[in-house]
């Protein structure tokens, strides 16, 4: 009996370290996160991330690094909640290699790193939505924005489901750009997300001047898809080719007059019967 009793509490704490490991395992002790994942000289860099165990009186410290140089480090106190968050200013006399910068993160015995990219030139931004026609089809908007430059216009091809958008840059930048699913996506036949091929020109709109870059997508949700497309100074035109485009108007026009002229019949008719029957 007493042998037994013995495996028993030997089996209940076997279980009950299991089932911890596996709520540690579960939950992440320590995360972190950036704003952004690129910055410009002079921009804000915000750090936020949350704890799951507060300790009292103790801080978080972050230290940004680039190449094992620290640039900033600071001491923050974690909220009740377990949040936190801290903003630095990209400038000063250590804000001045381009490239790789790392972000480390310390609370107690636990630690979290991520990295964002760094330009030490100041470049001016613009963020607007621009109103793209579709023939026959009305317009849409595509928010954006570029930094580096301008957005002169942005029209669509719906032989090639692609936006073309005509650019004015002086510098080294990047565009983003918010595409509206409804009007403009890449998906597959299953309803998957497929990648945009996007086409970069310096001379003209002509297919031969076009070169394909890589892209990033900074944002996904059930109504927009967002990109960024890094741009050299020179850039003209850059091409974002889908897979389909919102479909024209004219027939579903077409469709709509009809039911509404098909309404308007048989509601005559109906009156004319009651009034003459």
Known sequence: MHYNRILGIIFTLILAIGIIIHAAEAEEPL????SSDIYYLGDFIVVFGSVQTVFENVPVTIKIVQDANVVQIAQIDVAQDGTFVKSFNASGPFWVNQGTYQISVQYATLTAETTFEFFSQ???????AFPVNIPNSGTFEVGYTIRGGEVNNMSMDQNRNSLLIETAMNSNGNLILKLPRESFDAQKSDGVDDTFIILISKENNE??????V?????????DYRTIRIPLEEGDKFVDVIGTHIIPEFGSIVIIIL????SSVI???????????N
Do not use: H, L, P
Not at 122 to 128: C, E, L, P, Y
Not at 266 to 276: A, D, E, N, P
């Open 266 to 276: 048989i509601i005559s008719k109906s009156r004319f019967s009651v009034r003459y």
């Open 214 to 222: 890589e892209y990033k997508e900074i944002g996904t949700g059930s």
């Open 31 to 34: 995360t972190i996160s950036t």
């Open 258 to 261: 009809v039911v509404a002229i």
């Open 207 to 212: 297919a031969e001047n076009f070169t394909q």
């Open 122 to 128: 100041v470049v001016d931004k613009t963020s607007a």
